[in-house]
């Protein structure tokens, strides 16, 4: 480097380090891209820059990796460690081609590989992105081009504080030189490769350019679908064409978004003070293969489970920090009021109607817009579920926007399409209190200001925020598995609806919800609420507490749930100490120390948490409470009863292990109860630990309101084999509700309508019921029987009193 360009960029540095505020993407390079420091590094970029080489210089150091300044030693020689794709525009123009400098060293630094078989260089590829605007439909020019000298100091004065340096996997020289030699060609194709890597990274970040809005309902006015619908329905309603063709416009204007990338710019810094203000942190796992999707051209579609209406912020937020432009985000039309409304539309929000029946234009203009989303590149986001959870655990699919999504695929997409399952977690949810009135019976509120300003005020010390994004579903993969031919019923025009849709997005909906709950979250919050729900007062001794999360955490780690799930690194008395701070909890202190309990309203609130991870305890907390009932029995036994009743907490829970699994993991749990010493074992037998019967009856706990509900249920089917389907989920609800009142028990999902529909139906799918929905009588009795001698001699008799009294001809009615 020769002395001038040295001075130049010193005082280069001065202005650009006042100007200019680097966001690095990812914050974590060597992690999440797998660099290894020991091996040497070099960088390479799209453009002769000395900007962007000083910007990529302050992240480097900044990030901890190799000045890229800072010659490269390799065999006796100096090298660069920077390298260029392209030089930058000039008034020649440019040929496009690898400048000689940039081609003299990767040819001679793949000699050097050639020479020392040991040697293997790290050339990583590093963007400069100066804002990330998207840019119009009509605006003709490439979104990644060299910027010319005005044109990069309007941009650094304009984007110097929203510029981004991206760095992406890098690319090992060794596997080059062994895989296609040294010479002169394998430094141009390694130019061209970039050329493409960099063109797609630009488009990941800032997304599809960006439709003129009366343009976008002009096309899809003028396509064929909804041209036809608009005609049959003018004849069938004999009105004038014209009037149904400006009721489709309505639609459109009700439907579609206005996507504003100024919005998102300033709202990701109003998102950022916000967060601070509220949050003690966010933590995001998994980005990096999202990113990755999203170079390679993917269609994505984020489906994360929904807690809050904090989630449509979140994501959005998360995913612009992240390095990749937000998603247009279906929402409820309910959400569509002043001035919430307008700036979710600006934001990415597409609004959509609770129901379309009956409404064939609406259904066509819906799915006609959704269709031009994807065609156009567009990532979309939408809750599958429907709606909140209310008990903090994950609810059965809706699958319309899934059909949707498939339907539009048979339009003819092409890019592959795939489904991101998103995990959504957080130590305090805002409406949690608002949920749990709603499951009692109130009536819920229509979204408006006021609510909103109501609950702004009340938002405080909501602790830690959880992102984790889930085991990526290929939807091309999935129907070339489960349906071969599927590329037969490719229409260009009409949406079809081929007999095997249904049961195949049936399916797919179960596995998409089934990744969710795999990238769970556990924090210090859900794990207290765990232990101390399953005490019986509600209440533990700060020792006995932190014991017991000592015993969830070494299940989680001994014995993995999901390797997308997250556990807390933290000790134990730190987790305890930091749910404490959020002022959940009361403590009390005796002469032997704290005491950490629940009050009623708490208690209630505090099962939605625990809710959010039930899952993850389900399998163990099962095995504990078959060995607290029993005592002591045979491994073998444990195997048959679990085996048992799992098809249930898997259709409720959305639980990962299929048959086939099964067996494996159930030995490996129980081999971890034994290290813990909550159970001994002598050759096939296990046996309780007196000892630590404290913990193990803590665990078992867990799964104990579960087994009431299906003993509940079965009870009912063995008394009345006939019992039509509608009847058997009414009175198990209504005798859950008893039984809660009866026993104590606060969780409002005990008697939730929807645990025991998908309870019914687990019945009919594992043979419990005929095609009538009757009672077959042998494995009914035999599963009765199972639940009978796992459930409590006090809930037995609570559940023969109702019985009783339900023969003698008086009414239930539900208690709310």
Known sequence: MSNWQKVYRKVLNLPLSLLVKTHSIPSDPV???????????????????NTDLMTLRSSALTLGLPDPLAPLALGGQLFDRFVYVADGPSVFGSDGELPK???????????????????????????????????????????????????????????????????????SLRYMADRHGTDDSIAHKLARVARIHFSRQQLAASGPKLPDRHMLFKRLLASKAIEKVVTEEAQSRDVPIEKVRKEAIDMMEEIAANFSYSLIKRGDRFLGWLWNKLYQGLNVHNAQRVRQLAQDGHEIVYVPCHRSHMDYLLLSYVLYREGMVPPHIAAGINLNFFPAGPIFRRGGAFFIRRSFKGNRLYSTVFREYLAELFAKGYSVEYFSEGGRSRTGRLLPAKTGMLSMTIQAMLRGLNRPVTLVPVYIGYEHVMEVGTYAKELRGKRKEKENVG?????????????????????????????????????????????????????????????????????????????????????????????????????????????????????????TSVLVEHALSMDKFIVERDSLGDIVSLDRQQSILMTYYRNNIIHLFALPSLIAHIVVQHQHLSVGAIHEQVERLYPFLKAELFLRYSKAELNEVIDAQVDELVRQ????????????????????????????????????????????????????????????????????????????????????????????????????????????????????????????????????????????
């Open 101 to 171: 400098a940039s081609l003299a060293l990767f040819t001679a630094l793949l000699e050097q590989h050639k020479q020392d078989p040991e040697l293997d260089v790290q050339v990583v590829p590093a963007a400069i992105l100066w804002g990330r605007k998207p840019g119009r439909e009509e605006n003709q020019k490439p979104s990644l081009r060299p910027l010319n000298g005005p044109e990069k100091f309007v941009a650094v004065l304009g984007s110097g504080r929203d510029s981004m340096v991206r760095l992406s996997t890098p690319v």
């Open 451 to 571: 609510q909103v300003l109501r609950t702004l005020r009340k938002l405080r010390n909501l602790g830690q925020g959880y992102v984790n994004f889930g085991e990526p579903i290929p939807l091309n993969s999935y129907l070339n598995e489960q349906v071969p031919t599927w590329h037969q019923d490719i229409d260009p025009i009409e949406p079809q609806r081929p007999q095997w849709l249904n049961p195949v997005v049936n399916d797919l909906a179960n596995k998409m919800m089934t990744h969710i709950n795999d990238a769970a979250a556990t924090n210090a919050l859900t794990l207290c609420a765990l232990a101390l729900l399953a005490s019986r007062q509600r209440a533990l001794s700060r020792e006995e507490l932190e014991q017991q999360i000592d015993c969830y955490l070494q299940l989680l780690r001994n014995v993995p749930y999901s390797s997308q799930c997250t556990i807390p690194t933290d000790e």
């Open 31 to 49: 992690a999440d891209l797998a660099l290894d420091l020991s091996r040497p590094i070099i960088y390479i970029l799209p453009f002769r820059s």
């Open 677 to 816: 010493r909550l159970i001994l074992r002598d050759g096939d037998t296990v046996a309780l630990n007196s000892a630590r019967i404290g913990p193990l009856q803590l665990l078992a706990r867990t799964i104990t309101e579960t087994l009431q509900r299906y003993a509940i249920a079965l009870t009912l089917l063995r008394s009345e084999p006939q019992l039509m389907k509608s009847d058997l989920e009414q009175q198990s609800q209504m005798m859950a509700q008893r039984l809660s009142r009866l026993h104590g028990i606060n969780a409002p999902e005990f008697f939730d309508k929807g645990v025991f529909a998908t309870l019914v139906k687990t019945l009919r799918n594992e043979g419990y019921l005929n095609e009538d929905c009757h009672a077959v009588s042998r494995p009914v009795e035999t599963l009765a029987d199972l639940l009978a001698a796992l459930v409590s001699p006090e809930v037995k008799l609570t559940i023969q009193a109702v019985m009783s009294r339900e023969d003698k001809g008086e009414e239930m009615t539900p208690e709310i």
